[in-house]
C-alpha cells in the first residue's frame, strides 16, 4: 500500500515548502511528487504542516515493573497523539536494564506493545563494565551520577572513570552530585516528617547540577569520548557546555519543556505537579535556557516524560515522588511558541527531530527525505488546543499544562508508513520497529 499527502507545507532540512510526499513499504520515495501522482490513499493536506516524527530522547515508561504508571501500550497511544514516532527509554525499570538478557527482553516486549519506534538504554552500574563493552542494541549507556538508589547509582570516581575509558558507545547522564543533594536534604529535612514541596528546589539546587556537569565533561573531555548531558536544568551550565564544545570536547545537550516554562514561582499553584529531578529553578534560568537553545549551545528538546499517579503526588513532601507525564504536550508547546514568536518551525523541527537523530546515531529518521523511514507528523499550525487531565492518554491520565491553552495540535501521525493517529483516533494495531543505528 502507498500514500500520497498531498499540498502540506512540509519542513525539509532546507526550508518549507508546499510539495508532495509519497510513502510506499514504509520509506519516503519521493518528496516531490507529481500532483497527478496516484496512490491508494491520498492525503488532502492544504493548510498544514507536515514534520518528521519527533525523536524523544528520554523517556521513563515505567514497562516493567511499574506499571500501573504507565506501561509501553499506553505510553505510545500518547506518543503517536503527540507527533512522537521514536523514543530512546531508560533503564530505571523493574528489574533494571543493566543486562544484556534486560536489553533483549524489552526489545522484545516493544516489539510486542509499542505503537511507535523503539530503543532503550543500558545502565551504567560500579561492577557492570562486560555488559556495557558488549551491548550493541542500544543507543548508549546511562549513568546516573545522583538522583538514583541501588545498583543504578554510579558517583564514585574510578568506576566513572572505567566506564570513560573502557566502553565505546554514547554516555548520558543524569547530572546532580549525590554529596551535595544529601547534605542539603540533611540541613532542610533533619527531624522534620514533611515540608513544602518547594523545599524540593532548595535540596536540589544549582550547585548539585554545576558540580555534576563540570565532572561529567571533564570526564568526557579527557577521554574523548561522546557525552550527553540530560535535562539541564540551570542558565550556568549553559557556558559549561559553550566552552567544552569550543575546546572540541564531543559533548551536547538537552533541555525539557517543563525547565523551560516552569520555575519556583509556579510551586505555589502546581505544588507536586512540577516537581522533578533535576528540580525546576528560577525565570533566569528559563531565560538562560531558552537563549542556550537559540545560540545553539543546548541541542536538543526531550521531555523525561516520567508519570506518577496523582495519589501519589499528592502526598506530604518528600513522600511524593519526582517525575511528570510530558510526551503528548511536547511537540505542542513547542509550535505555541512558534506562534508567540519565540522560534521558528524550523528550530522545533532542528531541536525535536533532526538533532536527536544526529546526537544518537539514528539510521533513516528525524527528517523529510527519500529513502527516509516514512515517520511522519502532519499539524494545524494555528490550531487553538487546550490540554486536559481528562483527555490525556497517558496512564496516569494527567498533565502540569492542565488548563493551558496552546496554538498548534497533531493531526495525523505516521510510523513506518502506517497511520497510527488521525484526527483524534488511534490505530492500536500499529506497531513500530526497532530502532537502528549507525556507528
Not at 508546499?18 to 510513502?23: A, H, K, M, P, V
Not at 532542610?188 to 524540593?200: A, F, M, N, R
Not at 491520565?397 to 497510527?420: C, E, I, L, N, Y
Request: with cysteine; net charge negative.
Amino acid at each position: 500500500m502507498n500514500t500520497l499527502i498531498r499540498g502540506a507545507s512540509c519542513v525539509f532540512p532546507d526550508g518549507i515548502r508546499e510539495s508532495n510526499i509519497l510513502i510506499e513499504d514504509g520509506l519516503i520515495v519521493d518528496v516531490d511528487a507529481p500532483d497527478s501522482t496516484s496512490a491508494d490513499q491520498v492525503v488532502e493536506a492544504g493548510g498544514l504542516h507536515l514534520l518528521p516524527g519527533v525523536i524523544d530522547d528520554q523517556v521513563h515508561f515505567r514497562d516493567p515493573g511499574h506499571t500501573s504508571k504507565e506501561d509501553l501500550r499506553t505510553a505510545t497511544m500518547a506518543c503517536a497523539k503527540g507527533g512522537v514516532t521514536s523514543f530512546l527509554e531508560m533503564p530505571n525499570t523493574n528489574p533494571t536494564t543493566t543486562t544484556l538478557e534486560a536489553l533483549d527482553a524489552k526489545l522484545d516486549l516493544a516489539a510486542e506493545k509499542s505503537l511507535v519506534n523503539y530503543g532503550f538504554y543500558i545502565g551504567a552500574t560500579l561492577d557492570n563494565l562486560g555488559e556495557l563493552k558488549a551491548a550493541k542494541r542500544t543507543p548508549g549507556i546511562k549513568i546516573f551520577i545522583g538522583s538514583s538508589t541501588g545498583t543504578l547509582l554510579v558517583d564514585k570516581q574510578e568506576a566513572l572513570e572505567a566506564i570513560f575509558a573502557e566502553t565505546t558507545l554514547p554516555i548520558c547522564a543524569h547530572c546532580e552530585d549525590e554529596a551535595t543533594v544529601q547534605a542539603n536534604m540533611h540541613e532542610y529535612l533533619d527531624g522534620k516528617e514533611s515540608v513544602e514541596v518547594w523545599v524540593h528546589s532548595k535540596i536540589r539546587n544549582h550547585e548539585a547540577a554545576l558540580i555534576a556537569t563540570k565532572r561529567a565533561i571533564d570526564l568526557s573531555t579527557r577521554h574523548n569520548h561522546r557525552f550527553h548531558v540530560l535535562h539541564m536544568s540551570t542558565a550556568d551550565e549553559v557556558p559549561l557546555i559553550r566552552a567544552a564544545k569550543e575546546a572540541g570536547a564531543p559533548v551536547t545537550a538537552e533541555v525539557c519543556p517543563h525547565h523551560l516554562f516552569f520555575n519556583i514561582n509556579d510551586y505555589r499553584k502546581l505544588g507536586s505537579r512540577i516537581q522533578m529531578n533535576p528540580s525546576i529553578k528560577t525565570v533566569d534560568d528559563n531565560i538562560g535556557l531558552w537563549q542556550g537553545l537559540l545560540n545553539g549551545d543546548v541541542d536538543l528538546i526531550a521531555t523525561d516524560h516520567a508519570p506518577h499517579t496523582l495519589e501519589e503526588k499528592a502526598q506530604p513532601y518528600p513522600k511524593s515522588p519526582s517525575g511528570i507525564p510530558a510526551i503528548e504536550n511536547s511537540l505542542m508547546l513547542m509550535l505555541d511558541q512558534v506562534n508567540k514568536g519565540a522560534c521558528s518551525l524550523k528550530q522545533v523541527v532542528r531541536w525535536m527531530c533532526e538533532k536527536p537523530a544526529e546526537v544518537w546515531s539514528i539510521a533513516n529518521k528525524g527528517q523529510i527525505a527519500t529513502g527516509y523511514d516514512a515517520d511522519l507528523a502532519l499539524v494545524n499550525l494555528y490550531a487553538p488546543h487546550t490540554i486536559l487531565d481528562e483527555n490525556q492518554l497517558t496512564k496516569t491520565k494527567w498533565s502540569p499544562w492542565h488548563g493551558t491553552t496552546v496554538r498548534g495540535s497533531t493531526f495525523g501521525t505516521w510510523v513506518m508508513g502506517q497511520r497510527v493517529f488521525w484526527m483524534g483516533e488511534i490505530d492500536k494495531s500499529v506497531r513500530g520497529g526497532e530502532i537502528r543505528y549507525y556507528r
